[in-house]
């Protein structure tokens, strides 16, 4: 009876779990869609683009601040209450946000814009803290606790599918006028989706996981900066979430952009097409994380790392090289269905990076957290202060763009993809297995 009860209550913490991923897919991707307003708004500058992402860079700053806070929260208040705060603070980033739309477009509401999403982004901080260690505490590390992360990825990806869709239809045809607004009724639904999940996670009875539990008595020794495996693995955490941000966030401005440096000349409504384009990309990191799930348990994460880089690398050179050299007729997933769009070539291989970034936030999570022990919630701390990486890599690659070409600017997550091949291949490896944990 014991052991069916335990069961149970394992199932609960697992399914909760993977309904916070899809919320904080659905928070982070709010950011890319909405910036597009505030580069029309800032078109003269010269810098348009980089404004533009300055709202995701805003929400991946936070982690920088909330990483270790967020961390020690875990081991004093637990997963649950932790969530708890994670989820009350979303409902206030997003509230900020919308304040903004009640300001004139300029300089005011954007700055109210970018507190809102600095704010936004101590929440998806908080709740990535307490998702992957649990689901990896759960599983039991190894290939189970990396398979749980697959599946809850999976809704992370269908959560991220639907956000710049939906936003990017909404908003419609953006001009230099176009105010935050026009997007309150996805606000709206955010605040109500945060609410919702406040009051239902407050009465799901969940424990935090005995293996890797620290307690008052519990002595360290080390810390997991002892570790290269987990050193490495955040850099590999700072420039894969560069990584999976900047392709599809770019992808959207350079479709969006009907200059002669852009590829959305001639497109029909390009700014929906750019959401649509952007959703695919979602889309097939749901796909890619549904077909890991299944085989997960059976091939490790390391051999899943060293396969989609490889393959990551060749569709970004393929990219930065044909860019608009030519066009192809490539599905979309729009209005919840499918429909053939003509895009710029390079538009079909970014979007085709998809599939390989789909399995790396875990297999990097799950590779770098590998024999920590009682160090794995100070370890997840850490590891979400790394996630500043998807603020400052999109910006680097941004400032490319405004100054030479979008193209070009793939370069950034060409090379964060090339040292994440060479982490899964060489810096994976736990060499201080003498440390007791």
């Known amino acids: 009876m014991t052991q069916n009860k335990q069961q149970s209550g394992s199932w609960v913490a697992i399914v909760t779990m993977f309904f916070l991923y899809a919320m904080i897919s659905f928070v982070t991707n709010l950011a890319a869609p909405i910036g597009v307003i505030w580069k029309n708004a800032f078109a003269d500058t010269g810098s348009a683009n980089m404004i533009g992402m300055l709202g995701n860079a805003m929400n991946f700053l936070a982690y920088l601040f909330m990483g270790i806070p967020a961390g020690k929260m875990l081991t004093k208040i637990g997963y649950k209450k932790t969530a708890l705060v994670g989820i009350a603070t979303g409902f206030v980033g997003v509230f900020v946000q919308f304040c ?28 990535n803290t307490v998702v992957n260690p649990m689901l990896n505490l759960i599983g039991g590390g190894g290939n189970r606790g990396n398979q749980l992360n697959m599946i809850g990825g999976t809704l992370n990806s269908l959560s991220g599918t639907f956000t710049p869709l939906l936003v990017g239809a909404l908003i419609g045809t953006v001009t230099a006028n176009t105010k935050m607004v026009d997007v309150n009724l996805v606000l709206y639904i955010a605040m109500a989706v945060f ?11 969940i424990a935090d996981p005995e293996r890797g539990k620290v307690t008052k008595d519990t002595v360290f020794e080390h810390s997991p900066w002892a570790f290269r495996h987990f050193v490495l693995g955040t850099i590999a955490i700072f420039v894969y979430v560069g990584v999976e941000v900047g392709i599809p966030g770019t992808l959207i401005y350079f479709l969006s952009d009907t200059t002669e440096k852009g590829g959305g000349a001639g497109l029909e409504n390009p700014v ?79 979007v085709l990076c998809g599939l390989c970034t789909s399995v790396m ?40 763009a405004d100054n030479t070409g979008y193209m070009i600017s793939y370069i950034v997550p060409f090379l964060g993809v090339a040292f994440m091949f060479y982490y899964a291949l060489i810096g994976s490896k736990n060499v201080n297995k003498d440390i007791p944990v």
């Open 195 to 205: 609410a919702l999940a406040f009051i239902v996670l407050s009465f799901i009875p």
């Open 272 to 350: 929906a097409i750019a959401g649509a384009v952007a959703a695919t990309y979602w889309l097939l990191m749901l796909v890619g994380r549904t077909v890991s799930a299944f085989i997960a348990s059976k091939v490790s994460s390391r051999q899943m790392m060293l396969f989609a880089t490889s393959l990551g690398m060749v569709f970004i050179l393929l990219a930065m090289f044909l860019g608009k050299s030519s066009s192809v007729s490539m599905p979309v997933f729009a209005n919840f269905s499918f429909s053939m769009v003509t895009v710029p070539v390079a538009a079909l291989f970014l």
């Open 361 to 400: 936030w875990s297999c990097i999570f799950n590779l770098a957290c590998e024999g920590l022990g009682k160090y794995s919630a100070q370890a997840s701390g850490i590891f979400m202060m790394m996630v500043v990486g998807g603020g400052v890599l999109p910006l680097i690659q941004n400032f490319i």
């Open 100 to 127: 903004s739309g009640l300001l004139p477009v300029g300089v005011a509401g954007f700055v109210v814009y970018l507190l809102g999403a600095f704010i936004s982004g101590f929440c998806v901080c908080m709740l």
